[in-house]
T-cell receptor, first 116, second 109 residues
């Protein structure tokens, strides 16, 4: 595709509800990243995939957060039993480079999650 | 792990003036130095990057300079315009994935 696509653009959830956020990376991009960005803060790293392998999930804040990329393209970030502190913009990024994955990240527009 | 600091945290400049923001890092093995720009309500975008074998790179009104000895690299914006108002993030290092808090640049018309 032309760019990284994320859906939905906005999501309102009731506390305790499960949500699933989708990311379509640029076609052929090997690396995929999820970030969480709270209002007025920089993006916080959550997890990173190289193809279908989840190589780093050190940033996931709790076991309520789960990410997958089963076929090495589309990725889903799932948050179970959402809490108010989960309210943030969730950004997905992809990159072509395999050897040094943090090079030239292309970001999606993000999903703004509001937990009421 | 890599220790990164950005200065100043907020910079206000008059339109047309130059802006310089600096990023210091601790890992001497770092060889890749990008700057990302995030306008309010928009996604971060890579605006310029440099490798350790190059001291300076320019792209129109923006430039990045690298001082490996002092372990810092800077973003220079000349002839600033209102659309340069944004938060700028440096993400130095070979495998660094953290963005930090960034530098807020405000261009005053």
């Amino acid at each position: 595709g032309a760019g990284v696509s994320q859906s939905p653009r906005y999501k309102v959830a009731k506390r305790g509800q499960d949500v699933a956020l989708r990311c379509d990376p640029i076609s052929g991009h090997v690396s995929l990243f999820w970030y969480q960005q709270a209002l007025g803060q920089g993006p916080e790293f959550l997890t990173y995939f190289q193809n279908e392998a989840q190589l780093d999930k050190s940033g996931l804040p709790s076991d309520r957060f789960f990410a997958e990329r089963p076929e090495g393209s589309v990725s889903t970030l799932k948050i179970q039993r959402t809490q108010q502190e989960d309210s943030a913009v969730y950004l997905c990024a992809s990159s072509l480079v395999r050897a040094q994955p943090n090079e030239k990240l292309f970001f999606g527009s993000g999903t703004q999650l509001s937990v009421l | 792990g890599e220790n990164v600091e950005q200065h100043p945290s907020t910079l206000s400049v008059q339109e047309g003036d130059s802006a310089v923001i600096k990023c210091t890092y601790s890992d001497s093995a770092s060889n890749y130095f990008p700057w990302y720009k995030q306008e309010l309500g928009k996604r971060p975008q890579l605006i310029i990057d440099i490798r350790s074998n190059v001291g300076e790179k320019k792209d129109q009104r923006i430039a990045v300079t690298l001082n490996k000895t002092a372990k810092h690299f800077s973003l220079h914006i000349t002839e600033t315009q209102p659309e340069d108002s944004a938060v700028y993030f440096c993400v130095p290092g070979n495998n660094r994935l953290a963005f930090g808090k960034g530098n807020q640049v405000v261009v005053i018309p």
